[in-house]
């Protein structure tokens, strides 16, 4: 089982920049063998993939983020990050953390794709962002 605890969120006005962070723990885990990823969800709306990164750094963005996002990720720290640059008012959303288990050698596409967040296999509680024009 692993447990993922985000934090970050906030208000911000446009053009403002977060730094989403998300902490994994648990029995058994370790980075080699996540893919890790942001999504994000607003009420009444299907949960959307941000970014994801696998465990080997190659990473994957969502076309609306590119340029202004940033995934990374400390393994001695267990710490997945999200910067978010420029952000927009229709990047307000609640941001989750998930983790997928994954082989070293998979490619991201197969790891994790970011286009079917079913894929994931843990999720943390999210962390609220919120962008005022």
């Known amino acids: 089982q692993v447990t993922l605890v985000e934090s970050g969120g906030g208000s911000v006005q446009s053009g403002g920049s977060l730094r989403l962070s998300c902490v994994a723990s648990?029995?058994?885990?370790?980075?080699?063998?996540?893919?890790m990823g942001w999504f994000r969800q607003n009420p009444g709306k299907d949960s959307e993939g941000v970014a994801v990164?696998?465990?080997?750094?190659?990473?994957e963005d969502a076309d609306s983020v590119k340029g202004r996002f940033t995934i990374s990720q400390d393994h001695d720290k267990n710490t997945l990050y999200l910067q978010m640059n420029k952000l927009e008012p229709q990047t307000t959303a609640k941001y989750y953390c998930?983790?997928?288990?994954?082989?070293?050698?998979?490619?991201?596409?197969?790891?994790?794709?970011?286009?079917?967040?079913?894929?994931?296999?843990?999720w943390g509680e999210g962390t609220l962002v919120t962008v005022s024009a």
């Open positions: 998930a983790a997928a288990r994954s082989h070293p050698e998979d490619p991201i596409s197969l790891a994790c794709p970011l286009d079917i967040p079913a894929n994931m296999d843990y």
């Open positions: 990164i696998a465990s080997d750094g190659s990473t």
């Open positions: 648990g029995y058994g885990y370790t980075p080699n063998k996540y893919c």
